[in-house]
């Protein structure tokens, strides 16, 4: 499975961007990222059938997870600095509506594409 990532860019405070990942419903999908100098982190997952979607606390009403049958999507709006992070793409293969936060769980990885908001 070859992921790859993009949609990144620099955005100012309270913009918007979105970020698109090949992908397959043969797997479950997830969004993480990883900041400076930090471990990288859950961001959100969507199941194989799409229904169901689960997100970290941070971003929650601010960034929405999708896909159709050939890409993942994650729109981000109100960009925070705290969100300039490497983000990656992952793909796993669970259960038809299985959502996942473990990064254990995903045993395939894009390359990351980099959100860097100025404040």
């Known amino acids: 499975v070859q992921l790859q990532a993009s949609g990144g860019g620099l955005v100012q405070a309270g913009g918007s961007l979105r970020l698109s990942c090949a992908a397959s419903?043969?797997?479950?999908m997830g969004w993480f990222r990883q900041a400076p100098g930090k471990e990288r982190e859950f961001v959100a997952t969507?199941?194989?059938?799409?229904?169901r979607m689960y997100y970290a606390d941070s971003v929650k009403g601010r960034f929405t997870i999708s896909r159709d049958r050939a890409t993942m999507y994650l729109q981000m709006i109100s960009l925070k600095s705290e969100d300039t992070a490497i983000y990656y793409c992952?793909?796993?293969?669970?259960?038809?509506?299985?959502?996942?936060?473990?990064?254990?769980?995903?045993?395939?990885w894009g390359q990351g594409t980099l959100v860097t908001v100025s404040s």
């Open positions: 419903n043969d797997y479950a």
């Open positions: 969507i199941s194989r059938s799409g229904r």
């Open positions: 992952a793909a796993g293969f669970l259960r038809w509506d299985e959502v996942q936060t473990s990064q254990d769980r995903y045993p395939y």
